[in-house]
């Protein structure tokens, strides 16, 4: 697994009951930026009216689980089992976003250097996910990381900044990346405050 992210391929299977995995190679490649996500002025209302609280690695089963949750998923068994090896190892984690106790939002993905590869996120209300990729963006600046891969562009993510590269050159950045050495965990999670602060500055 950790010689195909750092080498630009990622898996996938066809279905949950299906426990082959597939390797893929898009030719355009989605990343989002580290730092300076996009935020809507109706997103900036919605946050400051938030009373969630975050948490970084509190729960990555959960979240995994929640993320696998569709009608029609690409987490198998494989994958699931995988993702639990990796986060043993440290190369593996999930930001959490809760109600109270109630675990309502999150996104988890794996690490390489200075490489976030984003693999899937959830919401269980209103914004908890797109609330999920704003904090954890900020988070990968503070921790020094240089990219965040969401393999392929979407509307919802370039509506959060988020382009579409090249195949070539998102292995340009990938390789420069990895060679980083970053650390998810070496700061808290931002406030609330500081994540609006910083989207002011950079809207």
């Not at 010689?3 to 949950?16: C, E, L, Q, R």
């Amino acid at each position: 697994m950790l010689w195909g992210y750092a080498n630009g391929i990622f898996p996938m299977a066809v279905s949950a009951s299906d426990p082959v995995l597939h390797w893929f190679d898009p030719q355009q490649r989605g990343i989002l930026p580290v730092g300076g996500v996009h935020v809507s002025r109706s997103m900036r209302r919605h946050l400051r009216r938030c009373t969630w609280h975050f948490t970084l690695n509190h729960d990555f089963v959960s979240v995994v689980e929640y993320c696998a949750e569709r009608e029609e998923t690409w987490i198998n068994a494989t994958l699931f089992s995988l993702y639990e090896e990796l986060f043993e190892l440290g190369h593996a984690h999930s930001l959490e976003i809760w109600e109270g106790d109630e675990l309502i939002g999150g996104i988890f993905g794996l690490t390489i250097g200075g490489a976030f590869f984003g693999e899937s996120m959830f919401s269980r209300r209103t914004n908890a996910s797109k609330t999920a990729l704003i904090i954890i963006s900020e988070h990968l600046s503070a921790c020094g990381f240089t990219l965040f891969d969401t393999q392929y562009p979407t509307e919802h993510l370039q509506s959060l900044g988020g382009k579409a590269i090249s195949r070539a050159a998102y292995r340009r950045r990938l390789s420069r990346a990895i060679r980083i050495s970053a650390d998810i965990e070496a700061r808290p999670l931002p406030d609330l405050q500081a994540v609006l602060q910083a989207s002011t500055q950079t809207s």
